[in-house]
């Protein structure tokens, strides 16, 4: 991986915040059979695509974005004759996200499927797959279904083909009758009025009932207040380390000594913490402009994309630890730093502050990187701008500072060991968080590797060796032989202990609620002796809408997924206060639904929604298919309260480790329900 790689990394660094949503449809397609001769015939798809949204095209590589694929289920009388092929004006560029050359269409999509005819009767039936994004978010993938029947002449000469024989297999046992509700009720379909006899159209849509309660609750965004804060603590992080501190009274003493008027000194020590603070913001407005406001959010769940990330930061952390150094070209530096020599005025000092931008990059680089991680997901416009202003402030102050008061120079703590230690610290730190973006990579893909004992277990392992390591036990190769453990350092090292005796008792199941954002879940824990978790009484909603039913209680349902990181902290931060666990467990019928369920329906289903046909195949799209058509939602977590009629009772909730807004988020839905 280049260097030029690493820096592009820290550019798109992000957590995962879902976006509430309604539900829209940028893209239809239409599907048409074109007779080209008598053994020949095509199938084109024609898509009209909104403006801003555009249509991927095929053979993007599994790494990518969703590519249109050809998907046959009943072929007879007839074969394919090679590939889907993308017809018309295919873009085709180098996507900073995905880091590959991607192809896509804009206005109108096309593509054209050959089929060969044998000749008699032909039957063939499939779907479409495609993807589709704009600047801020994709649709997930989309299947265009079609079915096309007829008769082809046949040559002469040639046998007509023998009808082959269909077996016909058994229907599959129905084992309990709500699952003949869930069945029969998803055929009759959300958008009709028809109702089972005995039964409730649990799948009427609800949308305009739930929006009168009001806004959602959730997804709370950071105030610009605290996005300025934290970037600018971000910014004195990196003051003091290597990169940085020893930069400051040379700087200085330049622009001081540059002239004899004093004054111009002052001032253009002014002019170069403005020039710093000018680079970054504008930084943080590039971001903006490249990748949109949410843009960056999309990248949370992106498996490629923490596994980069994770990389990145082990790397960073080997080189924080002594292993090597990490800069960027010194041709770079050089180039700016003799451009500043040959130039004048604030032209030239403009030079010297991107210099040492540059220069600071190993630094500094990971500390922005991860100041973008907390910013880019509030869905604030200005949000990168801001945090790199107050980042950008706290770097240049002191080179103003001591510009206007030059005595301070003179009490300026002496580079040195300390700060070292802070570097090593970053490196630990790093390493702890590096571990946070392969887990995020593991639940993806399922591979069981970080489970909740072996994620804890590492971080114990990592916090433990940072407070021996302040304590003066661990020496790494640039720390000097100074035995001596100064007091800030010595509480520095027991707060660091004390974090790793307090995650202990996760080993056997302890929630931890103040690491519980960083965690897998709960559900990846082999051993447990913590009973008093929330457990959803119903994995399907027409079963558990028929129990709440019988037994006259109101209903939560729980719209989630199994890479859903938000929805773990949920669980694990908000579920296990006693009194929200109270009421989900005794007030409210607990139904979870997981979106991205891969298990196949007993047979796919074919649905209307928004006028046009699509069909479902998985218990995830069955859910999804819901959660769009009945509440006009589809980002999860997504938590909604119901009637057992399937009536909302209160404004739905997402995202928002808030325990006394969830309090009062189902206690309203109870008060409303004894109405």
């Known amino acids: 991986m280049t260097k030029r790689h690493l820096l592009s990394l820290f550019l798109l660094a992000v957590l995962c915040l879902?976006?509430?949503?309604?539900?829209?449809?940028?893209?239809?397609?239409?599907?048409?059979?074109?007779?080209?001769?008598?053994?020949?015939?095509?199938?084109?798809?024609?898509?009209?695509?909104?403006?801003?949204?555009?249509?991927?095209?095929?053979?993007?590589g599994e790494d990518g974005p969703t590519s249109a694929t050809f998907n046959v289920e009943k072929i007879e009388g007839a074969s394919l004759i090679g590939k889907l092929t993308p017809v018309g004006n295919v873009i085709e560029l180098m996507d900073p996200i995905f880091e590959m050359k991607v192809k896509y269409f804009e206005g109108t999509a096309k593509f054209i499927q050959k089929i060969k005819l044998n000749g008699g009767k032909y039957s063939i039936s499939g779907y479409l797959e495609y993807g589709a994004c704009n600047e801020s978010s994709c649709m997930p993938p989309t299947s265009v279904d079609f079915t096309f029947n007829g008769t082809a002449p046949v040559a002469a000469g040639t046998p007509a083909p023998a009808k082959e024989a269909v077996k016909e297999e058994p229907a599959p046992a129905v084992d309990t009758v709500a699952t003949t509700v869930a069945a029969d009720t998803m055929k009759v379909s959300a958008n009709q009025n028809a109702q089972l006899e005995g039964t409730t159209d649990y799948w009427k849509p609800v949308i305009d009932e739930l929006q009168n309660y009001g806004e959602h609750e959730g997804e709370e965004s950071h105030s610009l207040i605290y996005i300025f804060l934290a970037g600018f603590l971000g910014g004195l992080v990196a003051l003091f380390t290597p990169c940085v501190w020893p930069i400051i009274p040379m700087t200085v003493s330049f622009f001081l000594k540059r002239t004899k008027d004093k004054k111009k000194g002052i001032r253009d020590a002014w002019t170069y913490g403005a020039s710093i603070v000018v680079i970054y913001v504008v930084l943080g407005l590039a971001i903006t402009l490249i990748f949109g406001a949410n843009a960056l959010n999309s990248l949370s769940t992106n498996a490629i994309f923490n596994i980069l990330f994770f990389l990145m930061l082990v790397v960073f952390a080997a080189s924080f630890f002594g292993a090597f150094e990490i800069t960027l070209p010194s041709k770079w530096s050089n180039a700016v730093d003799s451009k500043a020599e040959q130039t004048t005025g604030l032209l030239s000092i403009f030079l010297m502050a991107f210099t040492l931008s540059l220069v600071s990059f190993s630094c500094t680089g990971p500390i922005i990187g991860f100041l973008l991680v907390e910013i880019s997901t509030t869905g604030e416009i200005v949000a990168p701008a801001i945090g790199m202003l107050g980042f950008a402030i706290a770097?240049?102050?002191?080179?103003?500072?001591?510009?206007?008061?030059?005595?301070?120079?003179?009490?300026?703590?002496?580079?040195?060991?300390?700060?070292?230690?802070?570097?090593?610290?970053?490196?630990f730190l790093e390493l702890a968080f590096a571990l946070?973006?392969?887990?995020?990579?593991?639940?993806?893909?399922?591979?069981?590797?970080?489970?909740?004992?072996?994620?804890?277990?590492?971080?114990?392992?990592?916090?433990?060796?940072?407070?021996?390591?302040?304590?003066?036990?661990i020496k790494f190769p640039h720390d000097d032989d100074s035995n001596k453990v100064g007091v800030t350092r010595f509480f520095l090292a027991l707060i660091s202990l004390a974090f790793s005796v307090y995650m202990i008792p996760g080993l056997w199941g302890a929630p931890l609620k103040a690491v519980s954002a960083f965690t897998p879940p709960m559900s990846t824990q082999d051993f447990s002796l913590y009973k008093n978790e929330v457990h959803a009484q119903f994995n399907d909603y027409d079963?558990?809408?028929?129990?709440?039913?019988?037994h006259n209680k109101p209903v939560m349902i729980d719209f989630t997924g199994y890479g859903c990181v938000n929805c773990r902290k949920m669980e694990l931060a908000v579920?296990?206060?006693?009194?929200?666990?109270?009421?989900?467990?005794?007030?409210?019928?607990?139904?979870?639904?997981?979106?991205?369920?891969?298990?196949?329906?007993?047979?796919?289903?074919?649905?209307?929604?928004?006028?046009?046909?699509?069909?479902?195949?998985?218990?995830?799209?069955?859910?999804?298919?819901?959660?769009?058509?009945?509440?006009?939602?589809?980002?999860?977590?997504?938590?909604?309260l119901l009637d057992n009629e399937g009536m909302p009772l209160n404004k739905s909730f997402a995202y928002k480790e808030d325990i006394p807004e969830y309090i009062n988020f189902l206690e309203t839905g109870l008060k409303n329900y004894k109405k």
Do not use: C
């Open 395 to 427: 770097l240049a102050l002191p080179f103003t500072l001591f510009a206007l008061f030059p005595s301070w120079l003179k009490s300026m703590p002496k580079s040195g060991g300390w700060m070292n230690v802070i570097k090593v610290t970053l490196g």
């Open 18 to 60: 879902p976006i509430f949503a309604q539900m829209q449809s940028p893209v239809q397609f239409k599907t048409e059979w074109k007779k080209v001769s008598d053994t020949e015939a095509e199938i084109v798809f024609t898509g009209s695509i909104a403006q801003g949204w555009h249509v991927y095209s095929t053979d993007l």
């Open 575 to 640: 579920w296990t206060d006693d009194k929200v666990r109270d009421i989900m467990n005794n007030d409210y019928v607990l139904i979870t639904l997981y979106v991205d369920d891969k298990t196949k329906l007993p047979e796919p289903i074919k649905v209307t929604e928004n006028g046009t046909q699509r069909t479902l195949r998985t218990v995830g799209d069955k859910w999804s298919y819901l959660q769009q058509t009945k509440f006009g939602a589809n980002a999860q977590p997504f938590y909604v």
């Open 436 to 473: 946070k973006f392969l887990s995020v990579a593991d639940l993806a893909y399922g591979w069981g590797l970080l489970d909740r004992e072996t994620f804890l277990a590492l971080w114990i392992v990592i916090f433990g060796l940072l407070g021996f390591y302040l304590l003066g036990k």
């Open 543 to 550: 079963a558990g809408m028929e129990y709440a039913r019988q």
